[in-house]
């Protein structure tokens, strides 16, 4: 083998190399991507495939909800007598049938549900120990229930949130009561609102 020859001459600077973005396609969930390149001389084209995602779990919101609201009623009690509060607004709804009508909710789908109150007892003119609960086809509903004493120169509060396992059809209504012989109040800032949880 003989010695290696002189380096040649340096040659001429060839034109700069153009690019272009040719197709974009969607592939296959979990398929790799893919590059082509196509052209010659400088001019080239690249083409892409690129894979789609996986599809992500659906959303889930409530099925089913609803409630009603009332600023004040006044209220006429008897003793050991349940009085069903009144409202005067029905809440947006899905699932369920607020009825200022029929101060209730229809439960149009079984299920479990959250179910929340509350309502302020005012200005009784006798005073006792008052009961507020949740009422479903006119029964007290389990576990819904709460006593306290209201004096006459006091304002109580009565808020609770339950669980109750509830059938198409049913109805609830919001219930107070007190021991005392005769009384006369307010209820104000009351509502009833459930929550359809599965």
Known sequence: TGPTGPTGPTGETGPAPTLEIGEVETGEPDTPANVTIEGSEGNYT????????????????LSAFGGLENTTQSLNLTQNTPTTLTFDTELPSEGATPSTAENNITINEAGIYEISYTTTINNLTTGGNVTVEVTQNGAPLENSSIQQNVGTSTSVTFNKTLLANLNASDTLQLTVETDAVTDDGDATNSSLIIKKLN
């Open 46 to 61: 690249l083409n892409f495939t690129l894979p789609q995602g996986p599809t992500g779990p659906e959303a889930v919101g």
